[in-house]
């Protein structure tokens, strides 16, 4: 039986498979219960592969929970001044809202404001304002089925919008909505802020998600990323939220996700033993730093 943790611990199904077929569904729901995990991410680029009533029923087969994640196709773009893409966008979240609420997931997160993609200019003032707009909107349509909306702060060659969390704290201060909460991303951290502790303080209690993963997605320890500084800024603010452990390797191939977020190595090949030892990793530094 698990220790008691401070945080319920996620991890990320393309650790397991990069689809999602009912046989994809089954491996990667009972591999993360398996592993020890309380949750899995399931990424939700194609709605349409996913079965909703038959990861609803694995779920509760398992006893698991789960969140989706996103990020919005380059042609269905809220971060955009062309009305077309914008309204294709609000569409796509529209979808994504109602797989989740299907699957009994009560968090859904990442680069729901716009593509995720390198953009090849700065985001205008325009493209804000719609995307903000949209992510209202989401939000106000999320919050009766109790539904909370992350935003992850990602990478510059990921989105040209928020790639710092004080951009993320002040694009929910537009937003206005209490179901919106900041999802930070060691990994993201890592290339854009000052350092780890700062911007987690600046979060406090808005910040509701938290990827954990290497500098190269491998191995978590085996990079450059000062987990003591991150473990020990989660606990002064007393964050409660999800830790999800992302990684990722050639080895598993999602077509679409692997190829946008660039992963070209094979940095581990055997997913049950990445999964046991990220989860040993996140607790003995939760024990390191209680709270
Ligand atoms: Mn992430």
Redesign the pocket.
């Known amino acids: 039986m698990p220790e008691r943790l401070s945080n319920p611990l996620g991890i990320h199904a393309l650790v397991w498979t990069g689809g999602w077929t009912h046989e994809d569904c089954e491996l990667a729901i009972s591999s993360t219960k398996q592993a020890g995990y309380d949750l899995i991410e399931i990424p939700a680029l194609d709605l349409d592969r996913i079965d909703v009533e038959h990861t609803k029923a694995t779920l509760d087969k398992h006893g698991m929970s789960a969140g989706l994640s996103l990020g919005l196709p380059l042609t269905s773009d809220v971060n955009s001044e062309d009305a077309a893409s914008v309204a294709g966008g609000r569409e796509f979240l529209r979808r994504a809202l109602e797989v989740t609420e299907g699957i009994g997931a009560k968090y859904l997160g990442g680069v729901l404001y716009g593509s995720l993609c390198k953009y090849p200019e700065p985001a205008t003032l325009r493209a804000r304002e719609n995307s903000v707009a949209a992510i209202r909107d989401l939000a106000r349509a999320a919050a009766p089925l109790g539904i909370t909306i992350g935003l992850?702060t990602?990478n510059r060659y990921e989105t040209n919008l928020l790639n710092t969390a004080q951009a993320t704290l002040d694009f929910i201060d537009d937003v206005g909505e209490s179901n919106v909460v900041v999802h930070l991303?060691a990994?993201?951290m890592n290339i854009e802020e000052d350092g780890y502790r700062t911007p987690i303080l600046a979060c406090g209690d808005r910040l509701g998600y938290f990827?954990i993963?290497e500098s190269h997605r491998g191995y978590l320890g085996t990079g450059t990323i000062d987990f003591d500084e991150i473990f020990a800024a989660l606990a002064d603010i007393k964050y409660t939220g999800p830790i999800t452990f992302?990684s990722f390797s050639s080895a598993v191939v999602d077509p679409q996700l692997s190829n946008t977020l660039a992963v070209w190595r094979n940095l581990w090949s055997d997913s049950m033993d990445l999964a046991t030892a990220a989860r040993s990793f996140v607790a003995d530094q939760l024990s390191a730093h209680p709270h």
Request: hydrophobic content about 10%; charged content about 40%.
């Open positions: 992850e990602v991303d990994y993201h990827h993963g992302e």
